[in-house]
């Protein structure tokens, strides 16, 4: 059974930081592309960021780059996003998920990953 598990979301004032991890089980995740999205109340799910199979390529949306970090740590099967310089408008559940094709560089869009994790909230406050 393929698990997805986020954690580390919570409230934090404009400017601040979060650090979010998602542990991953079930999957030999080290074949697999992870991406982060996040979904606001009223708005579609939109893609974050992503980190390639081989943990040697990242990719981000423009309105988080120079701001977000993903990493990852196939040892642990556990994926992190860094988020520095926190804005209101990040405000969303986050979600972690797991690109359907292995071996492959990530997608954009929420239809080419199959697992999700159960996501977690992030508040920003201005």
């Known amino acids: 059974q393929v698990q997805l598990v986020e954690s580390g979301g919570g409230l934090v004032q404009a400017g601040g930081s979060l650090r979010l991890s998602c542990a991953a089980s079930?999957?030999?995740?080290?074949?697999?592309?992870m991406g982060w999205f996040r979904q606001a109340p009223g708005k579609e799910r939109e893609f974050v960021a992503a980190l390639s199979w081989s943990g040697r390529s990242t990719y981000y949306a423009g309105s988080v780059k120079g701001r977000f970090t993903i990493s990852g740590d196939n040892a642990k099967n556990t994926v992190w996003l860094q988020m520095n310089s926190l804005k209101p408008e990040d405000t969303a559940v986050y979600y972690c998920?797991?690109?359907?094709?292995?071996?492959?560089?990530?997608?954009?869009?929420?239809?080419?990953?199959?697992?999700w994790g159960q996501g977690t909230q992030v508040t920003v406050s201005s």
């Open positions: 998920a797991s690109e359907k094709s292995p071996l492959t560089e990530p997608g954009r869009r929420a239809y080419e990953y199959d697992y």
């Open positions: 079930g999957r030999t995740f080290r074949r697999y592309a």
